[in-house]
């Protein structure tokens, strides 16, 4: 009796500790977050602060940031954001009044890279344009026409917009936004239970919040992540990475976990396109569209990959300039290997360009456009 007693003292002290932790974090985490700002603003959890939703076109980066994020393997860099919450240099304020914007996802973005040293940052130092860097995180053709439109409605002009499309745009496109007749982007249904139970519990328990963060983050790795820390030859990616490069060298129209064949997504990504040109036509904005190979494409494609084909034929009187980045790094690859070209242009078990494949993507755009 005298230890179930004890033990039952122990749950209630446990519980009532617990609670008395929610409250606070409910009424005061927002002010203990961001007393400790200078702190967060060196790790990674500083990014789910300046990662924020928006109402119309899914999320964005918060304006006037700047930060230093740790991102493990693929080392440190300065994040910076201008007045409309573009990507840019530090302490960049500007009107809305643009000769270039880019969109794109993380590739687009320039993630992990300083905006100086992305290809965006290169094409504008060089070329002396004013450019928008529009990219974020996750975008995909959805948001692309969501963001661009609502950037026209809100006043912003651009003399020429430049798409990149990536790889993983159809994943994502097709498996993970909706979009209705008013261009505003949402999570599909089937992820919508999940990602409200996180916005909610970031938005009213930070601190809860951060904690999970540190857990999920440092406690709990998974053995995939510690085979990519301990590979240091041939490159090892997760199998979300996998599963969002294979649908352009899939023998088969219907994959697993994806939600719609690959025809018809195709056919649902280029409408999303096709709508953004009516826009920026209507608005006198000329539109081109760029392409580009992960290192799942050079190992397992084509240079006349399924994903140039649709884009090319889609460019057809409608694009100023389709930019084909495929050749330079296939014809890289056949006069080196495929795994020294891999090395040269990406970062390690990470499909994303380094600072060298940025060169590369910039020196093309300064070619065509200066």
């Known amino acids: 009796m005298i230890f179930l007693k004890k033990l039952l003292n122990l749950v209630k002290i446990i519980l009532i500790t617990f609670i008395f932790s929610l409250v606070i974090d409910f009424f005061l985490g927002s002010k203990i977050l961001k007393y400790f700002d200078d702190y967060f603003a060196k790790s990674q959890f500083y990014e789910r602060l300046v990662r924020i939703d928006h109402p119309i076109y899914h999320h964005t980066l918060r304006a006037n940031i700047q930060y230093s994020n740790n991102v493990s393997f693929l080392g440190t860099y300065e994040l910076c954001t201008n007045n409309h919450g573009f990507k840019s240099k530090c302490n960049e304020v500007v009107d809305k009044n643009f000769e270039f914007a880019f969109i794109g996802d993380s590739f687009t973005e320039g993630t992990p890279i300083e905006y100086e040293e992305s290809f965006v ?6 070329s002396g344009y004013k450019t928008a860097n529009l990219g974020i995180v996750s975008y995909s053709p959805k948001i692309y026409l969501s963001k661009i439109n609502y950037l026209i409605n809100e006043g912003f002009n651009f003399d020429h917009v430049v798409v990149f499309i990536d790889i993983s745009d159809f994943y994502d496109d097709t498996n993970f936004y909706s979009i209705d007749e008013s261009l ?21 328990f930070p601190l809860t919040n951060f904690y999970m963060f540190v857990l999920k983050k440092y406690k709990f790795k998974s053995e995939e992540d510690k085979e990519l820390s301990a590979n240091d030859e041939n490159p090892v990616f997760t199998d979300k990475v996998n599963l969002k490069a294979k649908w352009t060298y899939s023998k088969e129209d219907t994959i697993e976990k994806y939600d719609l064949g690959i025809k018809e997504g195709n056919q649902i990504m280029v409408s999303h396109i096709e709508k953004l040109y009516e826009i920026l036509s209507q608005n006198n904005i000329k539109l081109s569209l760029a392409v580009y190979p992960w290192p799942h494409q050079l190992k397992n494609d084509v240079v006349n990959s399924i994903h140039v084909k649709i884009w090319q034929e889609f460019c057809k009187n409608k694009c100023e300039n389709f930019i084909n980045y495929f050749p330079i790094f296939f014809d890289e690859m056949n006069n080196s290997s495929y795994l020294e070209t891999y090395k040269k242009y990406y970062f390690k078990n990470d499909p994303h360009f380094n600072k060298i494949g940025h060169k590369v993507l910039a020196k093309k755009l300064i070619e065509i456009f200066k």
Request: net charge positive.
């Open 184 to 204: 505003k982007v949402t999570e599909k249904y089937s992820k919508k239970k999940n990602l409200k139970r996180r916005k909610f519990l970031r938005n009213n």
């Open 121 to 126: 940052g290169i094409f504008t130092e060089a």
